[in-house]
């Protein structure tokens, strides 16, 4: 079942990385989060799928999964979160100063 | 902390208070207060340490800087170190109070000057102090910068920041191949410290690494002491203030490279390599020097190419020392020994006459406005004091009898004869060529002694070649040079003074594989009719015939190129780097976000594509694919819903179907939490998702519609491309990091948490207790930093373009 996620993942990466070549940028955000998916599937993937307890003490049996890449991910999704909020309002005020949110038109001069 | 320590950190010390000294006694030239610096060193260390040195003794202390790596702030002193202590100091002292009268109190930034000045007595003395590579090649780039912020002291001048460029450069690039050769000795030998590294010097000997870790460590000693080809940097340093270049860039600085020799020849001396390289090197740059000395019309250009062939003197008589190492013979020991003792007596000698003669031109400068030989002449009469200090130096410099530099010249001469009894080293009857370079080279430093000797004082003095009324120094200006002058005198005439306090135990520190004891070498002044007696006569004859008819062969086209050829390598490598880095520049910096991703992605898939393929991980992936577990059916419809919902993204055009269909992807993520038993992990994406959607349509309702993509088929190509090989690469990086998971059966370490969790943390719900407890700090910072993006947050949405804030 792990390489039809791994699978997915990889999509998930491609589609990422195309958002982020892309002259929008809120494609390049979108990119951003598409990726951040992507990594925590794979953590937790990475760690052996398991469809077993929640990691509760009192459930936990032989077949509980594991609770460290949950506590990793976890992280990583708050912080995702974070990040993702700057990158939009980061957006907003690149729109705000300079009325494009094309790249192309963000590089300034030829010559610097 | 030994006294040694206190005695390299002092002038990093004085270094910090000197500005305040100067701002709270503003009348003061601050050189008053700098002088007293070296003074006290360098009483201090000839008070405490003199008479261990003439015993034979060494001193060492440690104090641990980083343990671990082998490094250890270590000082060692021992004859070597205790005479260039001695050297750095005492001229220091003087140098110092030369410049109190030098340097105009009003007009020049004296307390920038001394601050400079204090670092490099501090760099300097902890290079030839220290024992350990690491802390020598930290101080040794240190006085690279204090020479550096030195020579562009007047910066508003393009030659002097020219200078500072080209002498950093030249000498910084030394510093990195030393560095590298101190690695590779550490390699060799597994340790930083220098007695330790002459402890082992039978492996570094057979090692296959000994000649790249010789060339390195020279490189770092030739371009220091200005050896050929390197030597171009120090005529362009000439634009710093007098003092400096009389102190860094003849009598101290410059010897660093000397001093690396020395310390470096108990390692690598005693090999023909060794050997050959030094001497050849320091034979050439003698010469060298001397011809470009001889075509200077600048008095201080003179004495830069002067200072460079002195040093190749010195260096040569290094190398030709070196051989005592190898000779097994006690008679040969001794004999090359004698090479030895005259490299120290001459670096004495020719920072004390050197020393005197950068001084007196500094006043010649100072006194007439100019440096130029064709301008100058007469002085003589006018500055009677000058005329006499610059006499005594220059004869000393071309080898004039009864002065100090008469002595080495000879003690050289009789050392390059013997090196022609060489029974080892590939040593032929060629060698003959040896003394005649060498004597050719002393007429022509007799010839340009003599003119610089005639066109500054003799002649005609003519009052309209000089824009200001000359006359004498002040009594203050000329009191360093005239002590310098004494010293010449004194070690002339008697020259045994300092054999055992200083060059006998320098000797001994050098010469410290030799077999036999090497006794104090007597010094003479006469020691009757030998053939290096003739030599110097001939020197003397032929240089003053030379110089009779100097008014013939100075119409020479050759005589008037005063540029240096060498220079055009570093000219055109210069302006070549300068090129080639705006045109790499022009090619990666583009400004566009796209571009910067594609070379870091395209570089990561190369990095990543090329460790797997060069470890058979390509190979392995079908065996890994053969582990594969069951599926389950509706496992097939989640992913294409997942996969589904990301793919359309870069199709969509309108804003709210993007919004939506990222919305999309985060739940079906969040469902998939679920599916594998992740509630908290579920829980948070499913809140964080639902908090990110309005913000998104909250920012969304005050951005335009997206820019459409060009259609352009070769800009979706590249794109396409890009995307498709990263997550191809991720999909088989992770297949074949998984299988070998599994190959390895690693055990979690998620055990001890789950066996903790109640025990530790006093909670049921593991991820919980491992968030808050196991990894609280990690959990406080993360909010930390949800903080911080919420005040940015706040400031990029409310601060006004333009006026004040209004938060």
Redesign the interface.
């Known amino acids: 079942m792990e390489y039809l996620i791994f699978i997915a993942i990889g999509v998930l990466f491609s589609v990422g990385t195309y958002l982020l070549l892309c002259r929008s940028l809120l494609k390049v955000i979108g990119g951003f989060m598409v990726i951040s998916h992507a990594v925590h599937m794979l953590i937790l993937t990475m760690a052996g799928l398991n469809t077993g307890s929640a990691p509760l003490v009192d459930l936990s049996g032989s077949d509980s999964t594991d609770p460290l890449p949950h506590a990793v991910i976890l992280t990583a999704i708050v912080i995702g979160f974070g990040l993702t909020s700057f990158l939009i309002v980061l957006a907003y005020r690149t729109y705000k100063a300079h009325k494009t949110d094309d790249l192309e038109k963000l590089r300034g001069a030829d010559n610097e | 902390m030994s006294l040694l320590h206190w005695i390299i950190l002092i002038p990093f010390l004085a270094a910090f208070f000197i500005p305040l000294l100067g701002r709270m006694f503003p009348r003061i030239h601050t050189g008053w207060f700098v002088l007293f610096i070296p003074l006290a060193l360098v009483m201090v260390t000839w008070i405490s340490y003199s008479s261990l040195m003439a015993d034979g003794e060494t001193i060492l202390s440690i104090v641990p800087w980083v343990p671990m790596l082998d490094i250890n702030f270590s000082v060692y002193l021992d004859g070597l170190s205790f005479l260039f202590t001695l050297l750095i100091t005492g001229i220091g002292a003087l140098v110092v109070l030369y410049s109190i009268y030098y340097l105009d109190k009003k007009k020049e930034r004296l307390q920038d000057f001394y601050v400079y000045l204090l670092m490099f007595i501090g760099a300097m003395l902890g290079v030839v102090l220290t024992d350990n590579v690491i802390v020598l090649y930290v101080f040794w780039e240190l006085t690279s910068l204090a020479s550096t912020l030195l020579i562009g002291f007047w910066f508003i001048r393009d030659k002097s920041i020219f200078g500072a460029q080209k002498s950093m450069l030249i000498t910084v690039f030394g510093g990195f191949a030393m560095l590298g050769g101190f690695m590779l000795l550490y390699i060799m030998t597994g340790t930083f410290s220098i007695r330790e590294m002459i402890g082992d010097v039978d492996v570094i000997m057979n090692h296959p690494m000994f000649l790249p870790a010789m060339i390195l460590v020279l490189l770092g000693a030739f371009t220091k002491s200005v050896q050929f080809p390197f030597h171009i940097w120090l005529p362009d340093a000439m634009e710093a203030p007098t003092p400096v270049s009389a102190y860094l860039h003849s009598a101290t600085m410059v010897k660093a490279g000397i001093y690396l020799v020395a310390r470096m020849t108990p390692i690598f001396g005693g090999s023909s390599e060794w050997f050959w390289i030094i001497l050849i090197t320091g034979l050439f740059t003698l010469f060298w020097g001397a011809i470009s000395a001889l075509r200077q019309k600048d008095l201080k250009g003179v004495l830069a190419f002067s200072t460079i062939s002195q040093l190749g003197l010195i260096m040569a008589l290094l190398g030709a020392g070196s051989a005592a190492l190898y000779a097994q013979d006690p008679d040969l020991e001794v004999m090359y020994a004698g090479a030895i003792v005259t490299a120290m007596f001459h670096l004495i000698n020719h920072s004390t006459f050197k020393g005197s003669l950068f001084m007196v031109v500094g006043i010649v400068d100072h006194e007439t406005g100019t440096r130029n030989l064709q301008k100058l002449g007469g002085l003589m009469a006018v500055m009677p004091v000058t005329f006499t200090v610059s006499a005594v130096g220059l004869a000393a410099m071309a080898g004039i009898p009864p002065f100090n530099g008469f002595i080495s010249k000879e003690m050289f001469f009789a050392n390059m004869v013997e090196l022609m009894e060489l029974p080892f080293f590939g040593m032929g009857d060629w060698a003959i060529i040896i003394p005649i370079v060498a004597w050719t080279a002393s007429v022509i430093t007799f010839i340009y002694c003599a003119f610089m000797f005639y066109k500054t004082f003799m002649g005609k003095y003519d009052r309209q070649n000089y824009w200001v009324d000359v006359h004498e120094a002040s009594p203050g200006l000329l009191l360093s040079p005239i002590l310098l002058g004494i010293l010449v005198i004194v070690l002339g005439l008697f020259p045994n003074i300092l054999t055992q306090t200083l060059i006998h135990p320098s000797v001994t520190s050098i010469l410290t594989g030799v077999s036999v004891e090497l006794e104090p070498y007597n010094l003479t002044l006469w020691h009757g009719f030998e053939i290096e007696l003739f030599m110097s006569i001939g020197v003397v004859a032929v240089g003053v015939i030379a110089f009779l008819y100097h008014r013939k062969w100075t119409r020479w086209e050759i005589y008037n190129k005063e540029r240096d050829v060498m220079n055009l390598f570093y000219d055109q490598g210069i302006d070549k780097l300068q090129d080639g880095s705006a045109a790499i520049t ?1 090619v990666q ?6 571009d910067y ?2 070379y870091m ?1 395209v570089f990561i898939v190369a990095l990543l594509a090329v460790t797997m393929w060069r470890s058979g991980q390509f190979q392995a992936l079908p065996e890994g ?1 053969a582990t ?5 059916l509706y ?2 419809g989640v ?1 294409l819903i ?2 589904g919902s ?2 359309v ?2 199709f969509i055009q309108s ?1 709210i179907t ?1 919004i939506i269909s ?1 919305g999309v ?2 739940l079906m ?1 969040s469902l ?2 679920t ?7 579920a829980l ?2 499913l809140l ?1 998702e639902t ?2 959607l309005i ?2 349509m909250l ?2 309702r ?3 519609e ?2 459409k ?2 259609k352009s088929r070769s800009y979706t190509t ?3 491309l ?3 090989s ?3 690469l ?2 088989m990086v ?2 074949s ?2 299988a070998l ?1 599994l190959d390895l059966d690693f055990t ?3 055990d001890f ?2 066996e903790n ?2 025990p530790l943390g006093g ?5 919980n207790v ?2 808050v407890d196991f ?1 609280g700090f ?2 406080v910072l ?1 909010a930390l ?2 903080g911080i ?1 919420a005040l ?2 706040i400031m ?2 409310k601060h006004r ?1 333009k006026g004040g804030e209004d938060i």
């Open positions: 022009r910096m583009t400004g566009r976000l796209r991703f594609m992605l694919l594969t577990m069951d599926t389950p496992m097939y992913m997942l996969v990301a793919a993204l870069p804003r993007f990222i992807l985060g993520v998939f939490f599916i594998f038993s992740a509630p908290d992990l948070t994406q964080v908090v990110l913000v998104l920012a969304f005050h951005l335009p997206m820019t993509e060009p590249v794109n396409v890009i995307a498709a990263v997550g191809a991720v999909t992770s297949i990091a998984y998971r979690a370490i998620s948490f789950i969790a109640v909670g049921y719900n593991i991820v491992t968030l990894r990690d959990t993360e930093v949800l993006v940015a947050v990029l949405i373009f």
